[in-house]
């Protein structure tokens, strides 16, 4: 199984709302990572947990908050997001660091209203 | 903190047409990676180089990375229109540090 899942694929919330997003692999890779892509710009990193513990943390506002429960499983709690935190959302996973490929899932299309 | 800069930032191209697209770093690379993306969909990993002057090929895109190991060149030959989206290079690194990404080139295929 070479494959990241996503869920869910599409979300809109309000801004007081608090939703969570998910990801998860089977491949046995001990680093996984958010990004946040705005339309026509390239990802940029969010977050790095390297063997279940967060290692990076790229000043990233506090309305978004990871949680890693397990090896296989990274999830993105989304709590008073505004208008400008619509994005798509980006989870990858790799063997271990930032020297190996990371294999990307579908995303989870967010919109804020 | 290295930088990544793509040419061309977009391209149009009749199907059956060779291109190039480029990738260069303002730092020697460690590991350059190329992927490609559909609209709204995640990155496909393409390629990955990590060898001065290593040279990779798969199906009809080669990806090439100069001897210097500051610029990396993707190549596609007798483009398809399933060839067309974004092409995003991205440099590897012995650490974490700042996964850095080309800001991309769109590619479009015309039939």
């Known amino acids: 199984d070479t494959e990241v899942t996503q869920t869910p694929k599409h979300l809109v919330m309000g801004m007081t709302n608090k939703k969570s997003l998910k990801c998860e692999q089977h491949?046995?890779?001990?680093?996984m990572y958010w990004y946040k892509q705005k339309a026509k710009k390239p990802p940029e990193l969010m977050f790095v947990?390297?063997?279940?513990?967060?290692?990076i943390n790229e000043s990233v506002p506090s309305r978004f908050s990871p949680e890693c429960p397990n090896s296989s499983l990274l999830n993105l709690h989304l709590h008073a997001l505004q208008p400008e935190d619509s994005a798509l959302y980006l989870c990858a996973s790799s063997p271990q660091g930032s020297s190996y490929e990371q294999y990307f899932g579908p995303g989870t299309r967010l919109t804020v209203t | 903190s290295q930088e990544l800069e793509q040419s061309p930032q977009s391209l149009i191209v009749q199907e059956g047409k060779n291109l190039t697209i480029n990738c260069t770093s303002s730092k020697t690379l460690y590991g350059l990676y190329w992927y490609k993306q559909k609209y709204g969909e995640g990155l496909i990993f393409l390629m990955m180089l990590q060898k001065g002057g290593e040279e990779k090929s798969h199906e009809k895109i080669t990806a090439k990375l100069d001897e210097k190991k500051q610029q990396s060149s993707l190549h596609i030959t007798a483009s398809q229109p399933s060839h067309a989206g974004i092409y995003l290079c991205r440099a590897g690194g012995t650490s974490y540090g700042k996964l850095t990404f080309g800001q991309g080139t769109i590619l479009t295929v015309h039939p």
């Open positions: 947990y390297s063997y279940e513990k967060l290692s």
């Open positions: 491949m046995g890779h001990r680093a």
